[in-house]
């Protein structure tokens, strides 16, 4: 009989043998993924304190590696709130070890591009990581450290402590990796170039490796209100997390335990489910039998009256800021923007933000630009399979007279507490019915207004052209009827012309 | 400042929150993965010990869950090697834990389709799931298991042994899960088609929940030989294996460790390597500082003169065999196949395998059919981000006077120790170079002699025509001459009709 042995793996050394679910597929894409993850998590660091982020990137070049890729060093400072120092080594040394395990809208969802950022540097080029960190206090932290990824646990080289006299707060992240900054380097750009559109509060500075320096400015210092945590929503349970909640509540009622646990259930919502589910509101929640909690679930999604999420703990970017952006980076002659009300798929709760621009400095390509955001990541890879680009692809454009050889330009935003990312390496959003939806009939609505644009600008092109055989002639028939009548003075055809104009045609 | 906590989530417990990245992304997708998930583990199960595989899965409907989803039991039989009994719970109730974790090209690679399956199962119906399994030696062990996701361990709740009177062998996997079996029958039915198509050798049953019975009969007993586990190749290693290896290793000179630790280093190449590398045969692996195994590597990247990978320990399907699935399958008029010799990427051994076929009962539907196989697996979802596709989008048709017009299946199937899947529920295959290049070159060879067949048979069409005006008129004529001479038996014309044919056109 074949051998066959089997053993288990630490889920560090599951996404080592597994770099390319999480972006980490060449020395192209890893660089990319590196400057990227650090870089949001930066943000996200920011954010949580409502403090307008200020970050630095810098790449240096250290050395070639192959023909086809180099050594480099990659430094991304922020201004952050800093991670605690017992939690560093781990913070950046372990594997689902992380702060981002919350219902809460972030850029971060995996807890695991950093550590993967730094376990690629690991082992492309052997070198240990340096972090400082302070939250502000009196001390800031040093660590060098690597990974040891068969046990998944950070191996601390070396660690100092320093004062802290002028009150820094915010986290520096130094490691050498190999990479293809040549190729990835379009990619790279285009990834600020787009976070500092929908990140406009944000001061983005990137040196590379030639030295070249790109800084994005902030335009306001106007922040959206951190996203805030929140309780998962009914729609959304499972038994899984039915159960969780029951081993932790304090509530020995169903009344109370639905009222603390479960988003927008108060009062009244939890007594008309009980009684529409036929479960006593004294019930004790631990004493729910395996089938009780089967069935609860089941009567959670069945229930109709749940109110909607509420889009307070979520931040989205709000239409006027969208505009601002589309009209700042693409230069369009058209913009339409339109905010979708809350929705929910499996009980999260997510806001569809569109835009449609057309003309001006738009190219016209064969197609349509695309522009995708996700909790305010520009999504950069892998379009083709994004839910967007099908429900672009599946719209009936012909109804809106908009045609693929039109400069058109479609941005999708889509913030929620948890963005359904197919890869790890949050390339593109899963096709879940409910997102589906909610682009469509964001799309239909900016398109309609794109529509109504297009159709009296026709009307405007036809009316120029009317106008302008009017005021070709007009003048010359006036000149010959002057002639003709031997006067010395043509009528005024000036009110003449206006008579005709059926819209306000500017600049005729 | 904002309250920032951090924690530690187990492997199982990622999985469970994220579940789209394993391909568990709603009800539809759902019942396909856990279908096809354990249809594979079954086929490697068998495939192992070199036995045709015979596989029965039974999908029967339990209940209602909602308006869009029904509850079902779901069954997969097979006559694998079974599973060791003290292994049983681990490798169904634990992620990360598993057989799978070797240089080797079988189905599974990540050791986690199974027990998504089974965590999807559970964490939607509550209900244990149930293992039966014997190596066929005296005893047969069943197991009732759920999974403990936030400690990612087995919970046993029933075991009992049984007499293997019959020498039975094989495992047997039953739970119930929520699923769309409707929306995913297409699917699903496309899943056994395309399995059956790439495994002649397997006997595949499914009884659908209508009772409807789907029954692949293997077309040959003949099994290619079982891929075989192998040692990584010099130029795919990174210094985390170089790490473990020299860890492991009993060998206590640089020459010894390269020859018994890598694929395809022998006594000469380790000797030249060396001596290019400027390292002393004798040297002790175990004496390499860092800074050496970082050079060791880099040097290993650098040596052109180790042999290719060898194809021995892969398992490709082979021309006749492709040939005879694509004419079952796709009925074509004409079909080409290549494979191309073994390549490496990052020292994964791998071989592309390509067919092209044109016209017969394949449709024309404005673009090309394309099939996408990896280690025999059929790739059903997310086919737009795929390599191939982008190998086929990118490729010069118009070159070989090829239109997407015309009626053309395309079939490409990659096999390798490490198929470079890009999602954990492999979906598509990672855009890899190295991969890229043998994709596009198969194709250019099949398309070539596409073109050749295109070409005659335009010739052909034309001779036909040709002739066809010849054989119209030169009856009458001859009819007519006859006539005219007065004579009564027209002359034979069939010898001058042979003799304006140019090619050996049939049938005319």
């Not at 972090?131 to 800031?140: A, C, F, K, L, V």
């Not at 805030?228 to 929503?233: A, F, G, N, R, S």
């Not at 835009?355 to 064969?366: D, F, M, R, T």
């Not at 935003?413 to 790890?424: E, M």
Request: charged content about 25%.
């Amino acid at each position: 009989m074949a051998q066959v042995t089997f053993e288990e793996i630490s889920a560090s050394d599951f996404f080592y043998r597994n770099r390319d679910i999480a972006g980490f597929t060449n020395p192209t894409r890893a660089i990319f993924a590196a400057i990227r993850e650090l870089v949001e998590n930066s943000l996200d660091a920011a954010e949580s304190l409502k403090i307008p982020p200020e970050i630095y990137v810098r790449l240096s070049f250290e050395g070639e590696a192959s023909k086809e890729s180099q050594i480099y060093k990659l430094l991304v400072e922020d201004n952050g709130c800093g991670v605690p120092p017992r939690h560093i080594p781990s913070a950046f040394g372990q594997v689902l070890f992380g702060s981002k395990y919350k219902l809460k809208q972030q850029r971060g969802t995996f807890g695991l591009g950093g550590k993967m950022a730094i376990l690629y540097g690991q082992i492309t080029t052997h070198q240990p990581a340096t972090i400082i960190s302070s939250t502000g206090m009196s001390r800031i932290y040093m660590y060098k450290l690597m990974i040891d990824i068969q046990r998944n646990r950070p191996i601390i080289l070396d660690r100092k402590v320093f004062l802290n006299k002028e009150g820094w707060r915010g986290t520096v992240v130094e490691f050498s990796l190999e990479g293809d900054y040549l190729r990835a380097m379009p990619k790279i750009l285009e990834y600020f170039k787009q976070t500092a559109m929908v990140n406009p509060y944000a001061n983005l500075t990137f040196v590379d490796p030639k030295g070249r320096l790109y800084k994005f400015t902030r335009a306001t210092t106007i922040m959206p209100d951190p996203p805030k945590e929140t309780l998962p929503h009914p729609y959304g349970v499972d038994v899984e997390l039915l159960q969780r909640l029951i081993q932790v509540t304090p509530y020995n009622n169903m009344l109370e335990f639905l009222k603390n646990h479960f988003h927008r259930v108060g009062e009244i919502t939890a007594r008309k489910f009980l009684e529409f589910s036929g479960i006593s509101p004294s019930k004790n929640p631990k004493r729910l039998s395996h089938e009780e909690i089967v069935r609860l679930m089941h009567m959670l999604k069945k229930f109709k009256e749940f109110l909607p999420p509420d889009a307070g703990c979520l931040s989205p970017l709000g239409e006027e800021l969208l505009k601002t952006g589309v009209l700042k980076e693409l230069k369009p002659e058209f913009v339409a923007v339109h905010q979708r009300k809350p929705a929910t798929y499996a009980g999260h709760p997510f806001i569809v933000e569109v835009a449609i621009a057309y003309g001006g400095e738009i190219p016209q390509k064969g197609g349509f630009l695309i522009y995708r955001f996700g909790n305010r990541i520009p999504l950069l890879y892998d379009e083709a399979s994004d839910v967007s680009v099908k429900v672009i692809n599946d719209m009936n454009w012909r109804r809106y007279k908009v045609t693929p050889d039109m400069p058109i330009a479609i941005v999708v935003h889509i913030c929620s507490t948890k963005v359904p990312y197919k890869t790890v390496g949050k390339e593109f959003i899963a096709d879940r019915p409910e997102v589906r939806r909610e682009i469509a009939n964001g799309l239909r609505e900016v398109t309609r207004q794109l529509q109504r644009f297009l159709t009296r600008r026709e009307h405007v092109d036809r009316e120029r052209k009317r106008l302008g055989v009017f005021s070709k002639y007009l003048p010359r028939i006036a000149e010959f009827s002057t002639k003709l009548a031997g006067k010395e003075k043509p009528p005024d055809i000036e009110k003449l012309l206006r008579s005709v104009k059926r819209f306000g045609v500017e600049g005729i």
